[in-house]
């Protein structure tokens, strides 16, 4: 009896409408709708092998949405199909690079998929699309202007050392040196050693090297001193060889040369560098030109010819063995004097014109950090924007 009235009670309740006895539901759950305006383009700026998606996030893509899964993207062939899966986004992403085993030439089609646990919404079908290789990176014009006035200002001064106009270059001391070091080691009928270091032809400050004692020994032939070139690798005596040889040629004394002149040691470093010492202790020559790349052993070398008394003309490029150079040398050419050695002394116009177009493209460089760093400070313009590379 008490029961029925309780159950009485309570629907009187619920038709008089109180809140406390209305019954509630759970809501219902947004239905997922799909991203729109779609669109699928060309990378720009790319060798043709890939393309952008782009779309306006679905409707229910929102933080509060956490079932919201991402987007999955499909691409085909046709706008038939069949569609395949190329890759996924994040919630709250609206953009995707494809650059999966595309073709250049061939047309895609792309649909973007809202994915919300197993419910997917797909959006319209967009295409076609085709990828295409660009001629030219619009991103990097500022590195296209640099090349070009480089490029003007080596020609123009190649041209120029051609028809006979001088061209100034700085004095390097140690390669004026040179003949003054072939003709004291003449005068007192001594060797003269050169030493191209210990790397192998790879190596730039070896050619470097090579170009010097091309010119070491057409002074050595002209004078009539004796030039020794103990080497540490093959390739290097048969460059070596053929540079002298070439070098007393050029001279008219071909028959001072022989191949005895530039013969190889060893291959390991402290075996050529007791080797050279040895060298340098028997039979102390009169001038050591030490000229390539050279590592720990430079002081063992330098220190050595310095306690025999020999002039000693070093060049390197590598910054860790130049102060042991400078400390026990007569002369040093330090990095780029090292570089420019060929054609100062060839004096051959191509390399000439090519060393002063570099060298007031420096100036240029230097001449617009310093106003960059002006303008820049002062805030009138954003002049590193100019700069900048994508």
């Not at 038709?15 to 799909?34: D, H, M, N, V």
């Not at 085993?101 to 959006?123: C, H, I, M, N, T």
């Not at 390739?235 to 050029?250: G, H, I, N």
Request: proline fraction near 6%; hydrophobic fraction near 45%; charge should be negative.
């Amino acid at each position: 009896m008490r029961r029925a009235l309780l159950l009485a009670l309570v629907l009187m309740l619920a038709r008089a409408g109180l809140p406390g006895a209305r019954a509630t539901a759970p809501p219902e759950s947004p239905s997922l709708l799909p991203p729109t305006s779609a669109v699928a383009v060309d990378t720009p700026n790319d060798a043709g092998r890939s393309l952008v998606v782009r779309w306006v996030l679905s409707p229910s893509d929102r933080e509060q949405d956490v079932a919201f899964a991402g987007y999955e993207i499909l691409r085909a062939e046709s706008p038939e199909g069949p569609f395949v899966a190329v890759g996924d986004t994040p919630a709250r992403t609206n953009e995707f690079v494809d650059n999966r085993e595309l073709r250049d030439g061939a047309q895609y089609y792309y649909q973007v998929v809202a994915r919300r646990g197993e419910a997917l919404a797909p959006s319209v079908i967009v295409g076609p699309v085709i990828p295409a290789a660009q001629w030219f990176h619009t991103g990097r014009v500022n590195t296209l202007i640099a090349v070009l006035v480089l490029s003007g200002l080596i020609i123009y001064f190649i041209e120029h050392a051609r028809r006979g106009r001088p061209i100034f270059l700085r004095k390097i001391a140690g390669l004026d040196a040179v003949d003054e070091a072939v003709g004291r080691a003449t005068e007192m009928g001594r060797k003269i050693l050169f030493i191209p270091g210990i790397q192998d032809m790879d190596s730039v400050q070896t050619l470097a090297g090579i170009a010097i004692l091309g010119r070491v020994a057409r002074t050595t032939s002209t004078y009539g001193a004796t030039l020794e070139v103990p080497v540490s690798r093959s390739l290097v005596m048969v460059a070596a060889r053929e540079t002298v040889k070439e070098s007393y040629m050029a001279t008219g004394h071909p028959d001072s040369y022989h191949d005895d002149m530039v013969y190889y040691l060893t291959d390991d470093q402290f075996g050529y560098a007791a080797a050279l010492e040895g060298i340098m202790v028997r039979e102390k020559p009169a001038t050591i030109f030490l000229q390539g790349h050279f590592f720990a052993e430079s002081l063992i070398l330098a220190e050595n010819g310095n306690a025999i008394g020999a002039i000693q003309i070093a060049g390197t490029a590598e910054p860790s063995q130049l102060p042991f150079f400078v400390a026990t040398c007569d002369y040093t050419l330090i990095g780029e004097e090292f570089f420019v050695a060929g054609a100062y002394l060839s004096r051959e116009p191509r390399q000439l014109g090519s060393l002063k177009g570099q060298d007031l493209g420096k100036a240029i460089i230097l001449a617009l950090l310093l106003v960059g760093i002006v303008v820049q400070t002062t805030g009138v313009f954003d002049f590193a924007s100019l700069f900048l590379v994508q």
